[in-house]
């Protein structure tokens, strides 16, 4: 693939995905859609949000092709556009452990250098 091409899919990415994954509730409304299609009501008991905030972030959920809504009958019930999106968070999720872990047998080991160095 050519730097260019790379550089465009990156940008587009960034502002589609990553924008609409910055912020940490909407990951939780994904997450909660994953089980099932759901209303703004579940979704907003479920996540403990309120129901303006939840239809908030589905509206951006919405906007960047993540999510979609359809009527059913008064309500409107909304599900993913595509699960691939859990898969890619679950190995978000890994990452970040993994991350964690290495920096924690780090901080402890320094310790460790430390006393040996001084005897």
Same mark, same amino acid.
């Given at each position: 693939?050519?730097?260019?091409?790379?550089?465009?899919?990156?940008?587009?990415? !960034?502002?589609?995905?990553?924008?609409?994954?910055?912020?940490?509730?909407?990951?939780?409304?994904?997450?909660?859609?994953?089980?099932? +299609?759901?209303?703004?009501?579940?979704?907003?008991?479920?996540?403990? =949000? #309120?129901? +303006? /905030?939840? #239809?908030? !972030?589905?509206?951006?959920?919405?906007?960047?092709?993540?999510?979609?809504?359809?009527?059913?009958?008064?309500?409107? &019930?909304?599900?993913?556009?595509?699960? !691939?999106?859990?898969? /890619?968070?679950?190995? =978000?999720?890994?990452? =970040?452990?993994? #991350?964690?872990? !290495?920096?924690?047998?780090?901080? &402890?080991?320094?310790?460790?250098?430390?006393?040996?160095? #001084?005897?």
């Amino acid at each position: 693939m050519n730097n260019a091409k790379l550089s465009a899919e990156i940008t587009q990415l !960034h502002a589609d995905i990553c924008s609409a994954l910055g912020d940490p509730n909407r990951i939780l409304i994904l997450y909660a859609l994953s089980e099932s +299609p759901r209303t703004v009501g579940d979704i907003a008991a479920e996540t403990r =949000l #309120s129901q +303006p /905030a939840t #239809s908030r !972030h589905l509206k951006v959920l919405r906007e960047r092709g993540l999510v979609r809504a359809a009527r059913q009958g008064m309500s409107v &019930e909304y599900s993913l556009n595509d699960p !691939h999106i859990i898969q /890619a968070l679950d190995l =978000l999720r890994l990452v =970040l452990r993994n #991350s964690i872990a !290495h920096r924690a047998s780090l901080l &402890e080991n320094q310790p460790q250098t430390a006393l040996q160095e #001084s005897l």
